[in-house]
């Protein structure tokens, strides 16, 4: 079977502090500064659920891809 191609994810960092986007399953890891954005790359992926989180904030920047 054949997935779709790659996709862009963009992440928004709107805290005055850094913060390290972190996804063991998508195999991502990224720091982004205060107050700016960063493109992530990921795909193609297999249906399923990707979590990623805030490595400096993990309680509370939570997130998931769903691919389909």
Not at 1 to 12: A, D, E, F, R
Not at 21 to 47: A, H, Q
Request: charged share 25%; no cysteine; hydrophobic share 35%.
């Amino acid at each position: 079977m054949q997935y779709p191609q790659k996709i862009k994810l963009v992440i928004h960092n709107q805290d005055a502090t850094a913060e390290e986007f972190e996804s063991y399953e998508l195999n991502r890891e990224k720091i982004v500064p205060p107050g700016t954005r960063v493109n992530i790359y990921i795909g193609p992926l297999k249906p399923g659920r990707y979590t990623f989180f805030g490595e400096y904030h993990a309680k509370t920047a939570r997130g998931v891809v769903i691919a389909e």
